[in-house]
C-alpha cells in the first residue's frame, strides 16, 4: 500500500497502472489528485484520504449559522459550521427554521424569539431540505445584537439587556448563550 501527500492536480499515475477511487479524477489517461491528502492504493484501485473532510450535513448533526432573513413564520440562516469539525461548511445553502420548531412552547411570531443577525446553535432535522430545529434547551440563540444601537446583548435572567442603550430584548437563548462556547 502506497502513501505520499498530494496536492489538487498532483499526477499520481496512469489509467493503465490503477482504477480511479474517491479524490482523484481522470484526464487524458493520466489520475490526478482532486484534494489535499494521502495517496492511498489497494487492490489497484488509487485514491486520495483527505488531510481534513469537508463535512456534510445528516439528521441530528448540530450546526452554527447566522440569521439572514427574518419572516412572521420563518427565518433564513446561513450555515458557518458542524459541531465537531474545525473546518467551514462548504456550498450548503441557507436553511430554514420555521416557527414551529423555534420552541416547545407555541410562538405566534418568530420575530419574538429569533431576530435578524443572530448567531444561533440548532439541530439539523431534514438534511436533504435543511431544515432546522431550535427546541431543545441547549439550541437557540448564542450571540445577538440590540435592535436599536447594534451592540452585543448581556444576558441577564431570561432577557438581554443592552449595556450601552439599556434596551432590554427576548430571544429564544441557547443555555450557551453568551458562553463563547457551542
Known sequence: M???FVMPGDRIGLV???VTGSGVYEEN??????VAGKVVVKDRTVSVEPVKRIPHINKGDVVLGRVVDVRNSMALIELARKKGFDRSLMHTGIAALHVSNVQRDYLKDINEAI??????????????NLKLSTKEPEMGVLKSLCSVCKHELVREGNTLK????????????STDYGKGKW
Not at 431576530?115 to 436533504?128: F, L, T, W
Not at 443592552?162 to 437563548?173: A, L, Q, T
Open 29 to 34: 489517461g493520466e489520475i490526478f489528485a482532486a
Open 16 to 18: 493503465e497502472e490503477y
Open 2 to 4: 502506497l502513501m505520499k
Open 162 to 173: 443592552c449595556p450601552n442603550c439599556g434596551n432590554v430584548e427576548k430571544r429564544k437563548m
Open 115 to 128: 431576530r435578524y443577525m443572530d448567531i444561533i446553535k440548532a439541530r439539523v432535522i431534514d438534511a436533504e
